[in-house]
Nanobody, 128 residues
């Protein structure tokens, strides 16, 4: 079993920056076998949408069109923590951000088909 713990959410003004982190916890076999980690978000009244994903330490990444050029996804050397650096934040980025992880193929990862495990979520609020 894998547990995902997010941190780094908060409130900022438009144009500001935040860095979200997600750490995976569990047995060594469970966490080191993960091949994909990423972020989804859900705003009030809207469906959950994929934001970013990273496959095995950066061999492949995905960023939603709405965040390209503003968000960057990265992973630590141990490949157990994924970070989402968010810059030039906009009010429309306001949402609950959820970390997800799984063991998909590269193609499944960048197609956002990897949500075997979920974190509890961290709130990001951007004011205009």
């Amino acid at each position: 079993q894998v547990q995902l713990v997010e941190s780094g959410g908060g409130s900022v003004q438009a144009g500001g920056s935040l860095r979200l982190s997600c750490a995976a916890f569990g047995s060594a076999d469970a966490i080191y076998s993960l091949t994909c980690m990423g972020w989804f978000r859900q705003a009030p009244g809207k469906e959950r949408e994929g934001v970013a994903a990273i496959y095995i330490g950066g061999k492949s990444t995905y960023l939603a069109d709405s965040v390209k050029g503003r968000f960057t996804i990265s992973q630590d050397n141990a490949k157990t923590t994924v970070n989402l650096q968010m810059t030039n934040l906009k009010p429309e980025d306001t949402a609950m951000y959820y970390c997800a992880a799984g063991r998909p193929t590269r193609e499944e990862c960048t197609a956002l088909k990897f949500t075997r495990y979920w974190g509890q979520g961290t709130q990001v609020t951007v004011s205009s």
